[in-house]
């Protein structure tokens, strides 16, 4: 045995080693001591082995003084366990190393928290001791399979004829968006560099610099709040851009990319066939209170204001004559429910901010509730009729402002999904949510302002700015999205630098600050710019979801915490005065109280 280390892993010894000299090294998962026989579960990067030594083994005495995950290398021979021994769980549960030597690599000390076993930790320790916490077994899968992920993204970009390019990480502020995170210039006392929410212009850039299919593997960073589906502070997306494209060209590229890596690391279950459906952001948050619907929820929402415009309910009536919709959301085959299921709904949604959630019972075709009894069995019924209802379906009622009455009909419809237990399980449902407005109405500062990417191409492109009322114009903007989670948004490309100064003009934007605030690409589109479009769907929302992880943390290598600190880099950490001198800075501490 030529090798320091190891001549194989501690998952490769199989029936067929037994009698072999062999020699491994990893760390030491368990201990077992059965009365003068040690038996240790030798852990690496591929698998466990079993290591056996008792009275006749010189390594005992070593083996047994060492604490678990320390470091060792074993000499020994290979044998087969016997029957009762044998452990299927393990691929090389047949056999085990009796240890006729150990060298001691790393002693471990006591450790904070333990690397067997799948206990739950608080996530200040495990976040702070994460080396350890990547050795336990589920968390070092996740990361095995985001490594997979990624390589299969990359080979399927290109087999497709993509062409990997790096952008810059070092670039100028971006006025829009989220916040950007800011980088001193030392050789230019005053002026910041800032890092990338996306690399979206340079990407628009290869495009007019003629690159046609554009991928990478992207970093971005956005001082962001945490969420369970978003890390704060960085994030890779799976970033492409393509030209000559039309929304269906862009389509049919990522389409079978998705489709394929959800079917190769998504084990038995199922993933929605291309095409995806497209689904129109108006019809979205009509029928599913939101424009990232899980379709995986089998309930509709429907509007039924024009049954309430003259009723016996007067909150309903007046509701419908200020302008405001009715909203419903049916609860199916729930006779048995008893009224505090449905007091209780309402209650819940007072507890989230809305004014309440009304509800009709039916047990036997018999209606109940208050919006029954005003509004009339005769009427009820035929709603009901209307709606496809049976005799024992619930129904709970949104109504308001058309905005605030769906957000909360979506979040109802997504409550009374899973307390009837009617989520579809062990399926990925995809669809593109499509046809986005270009602009929504600013409330605050009562003005006209983009509702999703300024540099979308409008629907009907100038003669649509010019002629058409902003708040009816369509833009060419997609999201994807996979079981309620958004895994991407994107456009057709506003590459025509006269559409783009009309298109920021109806947003109150003036010409001169489009050139100052945009003018690398604002100028680029000047010398010749391809009809363009693309997207970026979220590497770590993809891994989370094939991992069925709730938390986005759980599969990225080293998060931060919530507070976006990094607890074992001690980050963000105080510069010194020399760093700051050196940066032309001063820290201006927070007033207090």
């Not at 929402?301 to 309903?316: E, N, P, W």
């Amino acid at each position: 045995m030529t090798h320091p280390f190891r001549t194989h892993d501690c998952s490769a010894l199989r029936a067929s080693d037994v009698g072999q000299p062999v020699r491994l090294s990893g760390w030491i998962h368990r201990k077992r001591d059965h009365g003068g026989v040690l038996f240790v579960d030798l852990r690496d990067h591929f698998g466990i082995t079993q290591i056996v030594a008792d009275e006749d083994s010189p390594a005992l005495s070593v083996l047994d003084s060492l604490r678990v995950e320390s470091v060792v290398t074993i000499d020994g021979e290979v044998k087969a366990r016997n029957g009762a021994t044998v452990n299927a769980n393990l691929p090389t549960g047949v056999i085990e190393v009796f240890a006729r030597g150990v060298t001691v690599q790393s002693s471990a000390d006591e450790l904070p928290m333990p690397v067997a076993g799948e206990q739950d930790y608080p996530e200040d320790i495990r976040l702070k001791y994460r080396f350890l916490d990547l050795r336990r077994e589920s968390v070092h899968a996740n990361m095995m399979l985001r490594s997979k992920v990624i390589a299969s993204l990359r080979n399927r970009m290109t087999a497709q004829g993509f062409n990997e390019i790096q952008t810059p990480i070092l670039t100028a502020s971006s006025p829009e968006g989220a916040r950007d995170y800011l980088v001193p210039s030392r050789v230019h006392p005053g002026k910041f560099y800032a890092l990338p929410q996306a690399p979206q212009m340079f990407k628009q850039l290869l495009m007019v610099a003629g690159f046609d299919k554009y991928f990478q593997i992207a970093p971005c960073f956005r001082d962001e709040d945490a969420r369970a589906d978003r890390s704060p502070g960085e994030f890779y997306q799976l970033d492409f851009e393509m030209s000559f494209a039309t929304q269906d060209d862009v389509f049919n590229a990522i389409e079978p990319v998705l489709h394929g890596v959800f079917e190769e690391f998504g084990g038995d279950r199922t993933v929605t066939p291309t095409p995806f459906p497209r689904i129109p952001y108006a019809e979205a948050m009509l029928k599913y209170g939101s424009d990232k619907p899980d379709l995986r929820n089998p309930l509709v929402i429907t509007d039924v204001t024009s049954h309430f415009a003259t009723s016996g309910f007067g909150l309903f009536e007046k509701i419908v004559g200020g302008g405001g919709v009715v909203r419903v959301v049916p609860a199916p085959a729930t006779a048995d429910k008893s009224r505090k299921f449905f007091d209780d709904m309402n209650n819940w949604a007072r507890g989230e901010g809305f004014a309440g959630l009304g509800y009709v019972t039916r047990k036997g075709g018999e209606f109940g509730g208050p919006i029954a009894k005003n509004h009339g069995a005769e009427n009820m019924e035929k709603l009901y009729n209307e709606l496809g209802l049976g005799p024992d379906d619930g129904l709970f009622f949104a109504a308001g402002k058309s905005g605030e009455a769906a957000k909360l009909a979506g979040a109802a419809r997504t409550r009374v999904g899973e307390l009837l237990e009617l989520i579809e399980q062990d399926c990925f449902k995809f669809c593109w949510i499509v046809d986005f407005p270009m602009y929504e109405y600013d409330e605050d500062l009562k003005k006209n302002d983009f509702s999703h990417n300024p540099f979308s191409m409008p629907q009907g492109e100038m003669e649509a700015l010019e002629t058409m009322d902003p708040l009816d114009i369509l833009a060419w903007q997609y999201d994807i999205v996979c079981n309620g989670v958004e895994l991407s948004s994107g456009a057709i490309r506003n590459h025509r630098p006269d559409i783009m100064y009309k298109a920021f003009e109806i947003a109150g934007y003036s010409k001169d600050e489009v050139d100052q605030n945009f003018s690398g690409m604002i100028t680029a589109f000047k010398y010749g710019a391809p009809p363009h479009g693309g997207s970026a769907p979220g590497v770590d929302r993809i891994v989370m979801l094939l991992a069925d992880e709730p938390n986005i943390r759980e599969v990225v290598v080293f998060p931060m915490n919530q507070k976006a600190e990094d607890l074992m880099m001690s980050a963000p950490s105080v510069a010194t005065a020399k760093q700051l001198r050196e940066l032309h800075l001063r820290v201006v501490e927070p007033q207090k109280g």
